[in-house]
């Protein structure tokens, strides 16, 4: 597809467990970015990848979150052992990644909700 | 500490009228000022940016206004229609670091 693609789109969970969730960026799209919205709140910045690699991951809130990012394309941000806090939406975002940070082309999210 | 703030929770505004929404930001290394709308269930979507350089930018019926002394930017729609109603988020950088997003306002736009 054209857009930034997410998947799940939604994900139950029981606390304890651990999630994965998948973002497919824009064809060509060399930056990724990984926010979350928890309820009531603004988007928090999680990690942030140029190419595979990941120059600021000041955003991931504990050792339980991590993220991945193969072939300059797809991501999977991981969650261990979650934990109730973590039920938020997570969105993925991806740009062209030149120069000073522009426009972000966003995906629909993937809401976790963890019991 | 919050960054970027957006002190209006929700705006509602008469269709035709004028909506103003407001953001306000502590980092004066930040050059670069976004407008981001998002409808429930969907991701954010660009809206309008401003660079540090300007202190106004247009497109059609939304306007952005940058005031660098007060480190205040606010967003002008004008006129305003019910398909506006949606969360407006602003977002800020400095140079090539992740946006920096306020908590969003809520804005109705009532026929």
């Known amino acids: 597809g054209a857009g930034v693609s997410q998947s799940p789109s939604n994900k139950v969970t029981e606390k304890g467990k651990d999630v994965e969730l998948r973002c497919d960026p824009i064809s060509g799209h060399t930056a990724l970015y990984w926010y979350r919205q928890s309820l009531g709140q603004g988007l928090e910045f999680l990690i942030y990848f140029q190419g595979n690699s990941a120059p600021d991951k000041s955003g991931l809130p504990s050792d339980r979150f991590s993220a991945e990012r193969t072939g300059g394309s797809v991501s999977t941000l991981t969650i261990q052992r979650t934990q109730q806090e973590d039920s938020a939406v997570y969105l993925c975002?991806?740009?062209?990644?030149?120069?000073?940070?522009?426009?972000?082309?966003f995906g629909e999210g993937s809401r976790l909700t963890v019991l | 500490d919050q960054q970027v703030k957006q002190n209006s929770p929700s705006l509602s505004v008469q269709e035709g009228r004028i909506s103003i929404l407001n953001c306000d930001y502590t980092n004066s290394m930040f050059d670069y000022f976004l407008w981001y709308k998002k409808y429930p269930a969907e991701g954010p979507t660009f809206l309008i940016s401003i660079s540090s350089i300007k202190d106004k930018n247009e497109d059609g019926r939304f306007t952005v206004f940058l005031n660098k002394s007060a480190k205040h930017l606010s967003l002008h729609i004008v006129p305003s229609q019910p398909g506006d109603s949606a969360v407006y988020f602003c977002a800020a950088s400095e140079g090539n670091t992740p946006l920096v997003f306020g908590k969003g306002t809520r804005l109705s736009v009532i026929a």
């Open positions: 975002a991806s740009s062209t990644g030149t120069g000073i940070t522009g426009e972000l082309f």
